[in-house]
């Protein structure tokens, strides 16, 4: 089992910035995948961005350049940095961390609420 605990989030205006973190209960980094998903009301769960074990990263188009995902593997905490904040960025932001070995192993946060207005 993982226990994934998000903080970070808030309200922030239009072209603000925050940074999300996510705490693991164990150190998971080596063997999993790490994201950062959203879901805004009414709309499905999207990827914001993923960081791979071995440290690859890929983001979703519409937050590329704009937000950085990283992990400090001593504090067994990933981060996504938020810059340039949209309306549309409104969501609550969940972190997950999977391992694909035939059977898939998936843990959620609870979610933490962004909300960017002026």
């Known amino acids: 089992q993982v226990q994934l605990v998000e903080s970070g989030g808030g309200l922030v205006q239009p072209g603000g910035s925050l940074r999300l973190s996510c705490i693991a209960s164990?150190?998971?980094?080596?063997?999993?995948?790490m994201g950062w998903y959203r879901q805004a009301p009414g709309k499905q769960r999207e990827l914001v961005a993923v960081?791979?074990?071995?440290?690859?990263?890929n983001y979703r188009d519409s937050v590329k350049g704009r937000f950085t995902i990283s992990r400090d593997n001593a504090k067994n905490t990933v981060y996504l940095q938020m810059n340039s904040l949209k309306p549309e960025d409104t969501a609550v932001y969940y972190c997950?961390?999977?391992?694909?070995?035939?059977?898939?192993?998936?843990?959620w946060g609870q979610g933490t609420q962004v909300t960017v207005s002026s």
């Open positions: 164990r150190n998971i980094f080596s063997i999993y995948t």
């Open positions: 997950n961390a999977e391992y694909r070995t035939g059977p898939v192993y998936s843990y």
């Open positions: 960081i791979t074990s071995g440290g690859s990263t």
